[in-house]
């Protein structure tokens, strides 16, 4: 997950990626990423990092590995460049061509770009998934923009919610997550967000994520720890004219696999509670839905239409 590089010369006509659900998304079998590790290797690798997107290519045109963080592009910790050269021994041509995301910049008025399958072919070499598929790399980029589109999908809709305020969030929230989709709202006069920066953090479970584990060790069959961990920096907008920065944090789980065996994931996203408010935004998000169902409001709202 995660796969940004902002730095791209001349950067062809890309196709929008399509929005899907973050848990709908069913990537291809041989996806490294997705794969269930031998029993000797650990969950994640050992130097914090996204187990596809720290598979990056070299930072120079030399190939030669990264040895300094102050080579590091500081909004995603990824090389400012990424060779688009034909692998050695790689018997198909993988297409250049790079994807914009639907995601805006922070730092620029453009939108964050997801590697090309050449790139994303090259980094895997580089951290050792010599049995990557070739015929299967573009479907893995396909399905892992995605994967990026939903939850930033999900981040927007945060943001819809609460960039006005506490007041305003609540009046959404107390419908339930329906009423948010029936909301009848100025969407011109919404203020855009935007993704700063980025951070992947495998090796450091949230607290939620940590209740699980306890819980698990209880219950092993209903709770499974996630495969990976995101925190993004949003900017918030306020409608008076105020920026903020927002963390969302972003975990990445294995949901049950289809009929055909094709393994699923969700996405939990959140604002973490860096604030006071943003322990307010999660309470009154999930105990507004909650509310709206067990009050009983929803089933008087049917019976009177």
Not at 126 to 138: F, I, L, M, Q, S
Not at 173 to 198: T, V, Y
Not at 208 to 220: D, F, H, R, S, T
Not at 268 to 281: G, K, N
Request: charged share 25%; hydrophobic share 30%.
């Amino acid at each position: 997950m995660g796969w940004f590089w902002a730095d791209s010369p001349n950067p062809p006509n890309p196709r929008q990626p399509h929005l899907v659900h973050a848990s709908s998304a069913t990537p291809p079998p041989g996806c490294p990423m997705h794969a269930v590790p031998p029993p000797n290797s650990s969950r994640s690798p050992l130097d914090g990092s996204c187990p596809v997107k720290a598979a990056n290519a070299s930072l120079t045109p030399s190939d030669q590995p990264p040895r300094s963080l102050s080579k590091l592009n500081p909004l995603n910790y990824m090389p400012s460049y990424i060779s688009q050269s034909r692998a050695e021994n790689q018997k198909r041509a993988l297409p250049l061509e790079r994807t914009v995301s639907s995601i805006p910049r922070g730092d620029a008025e453009s939108n964050w770009e997801y590697p090309s399958p050449q790139q994303m072919y090259n980094a895997m070499l580089r951290k050792g998934y010599d049995d990557t598929p070739e015929d299967a790399v573009e479907s893995m980029v396909a399905v892992h923009n995605f994967l990026n589109e939903g939850a930033w999908e999900e981040i927007v809709g945060w943001e819809e919610r609460f960039s006005r305020g506490l007041s305003y969030g609540w009046q959404i929230c107390r419908r339930g997550e329906e009423g948010f989709e029936k909301r009848d709202m100025d969407e011109a006069q919404l203020p855009r967000p935007k993704l700063m920066r980025f951070q992947g953090r495998p090796n450091d479970l949230t607290p939620k994520a940590k209740i699980l584990e306890l819980i698990g060790k209880v219950y092993p069959s209903n709770f499974e720890l996630p495969f990976d961990r995101h925190d993004w920096y949003v900017q918030r907008r306020t409608p008076d004219g105020e920026v903020r920065e927002v963390r969302y944090v972003i975990d990445y789980y294995s949901a049950p696999p289809e009929p055909t065996g094709e393994p699923v994931f969700y996405l939990d996203v959140r604002p973490a509670i860096d604030r006071p408010t943003a322990a307010a935004e999660r309470m009154m998000r999930w105990g507004g839905d909650f509310w709206f169902r067990a009050s009983g409001i929803k089933a008087r709202e049917n019976v009177s239409t």
